[in-house]
C-alpha cells in the first residue's frame, strides 16, 4: 500500500489549507491513519491521529482547535483541515498509517507507524 499526500502550498498567517493523504494498493479501512511534521532542524511530530472507522479524532494540543482530521474510506482518503495557520506551523507534513489492533484504536507516536507519505510543504508566512 502507498499513500500520496497532496495540498500543501505557501498561505500568509490567519489563512486556510486543506490536506490530502490519498492510499493506493489497499483498502486502508482497517487502518489507523494520522499527520505528523517536521520542520528544519527539528524531529518529526505528531499532528492528529484518526481510527479506522473515522469516528475517532486525536490532536497535538498545538493544533487542537484548529485543525480537523477526517476520512473517506469509500475514497481510500484522508484530509487535514488547516485553519487560523500561524508561521510556526511551517513543516513538512507527513501521513502516516498501520493496520490497527481494533478499529476504534489512534495512535500518537512516529514509532507506532509503519507506512509513510513523501510529504508535501506547508509554508505560512506572517
Known amino acids: 500500500v502507498q499513500f500520496v499526500e497532496s495540498g500543501g502550498g505557501l498561505v500568509q498567517a490567519g489563512g486556510s489549507l486543506r490536506l490530502s493523504c490519498a492510499a493506493s494498493?489497499?483498502?486502508?479501512?482497517?487502518?489507523?491513519m494520522g499527520w505528523f511534521r517536521q520542520a528544519p532542524g527539528k524531529e518529526r511530530e505528531f499532528v492528529a491521529a484518526?481510527?479506522?472507522?473515522?469516528?475517532?479524532?486525536y490532536y497535538a494540543d498545538s493544533v487542537k482547535g484548529r485543525f480537523t482530521i477526517s476520512r473517506d474510506n469509500a475514497r481510500n482518503t484522508m484530509y487535514l483541515q488547516m485553519n487560523s495557520l500561524k508561521p510556526e506551523d511551517t513543516a513538512v507534513y507527513y501521513c502516516?498509517?498501520?493496520?490497527?489492533?481494533?478499529?476504534?484504536?489512534?495512535?500518537?507516536?512516529?514509532?507506532?507507524?509503519?507506512?509513510w507519505g513523501q510529504g508535501t510543504q506547508v509554508t505560512v508566512s506572517s
Open positions: 502516516a498509517a498501520r493496520r490497527a489492533i481494533y478499529s476504534e484504536r489512534v495512535y500518537s507516536s512516529k514509532w507506532e507507524y509503519n507506512y
Open positions: 484518526i481510527s479506522g472507522s473515522g469516528s475517532i479524532p
Open positions: 494498493g489497499r483498502t486502508v479501512s482497517s487502518y489507523a
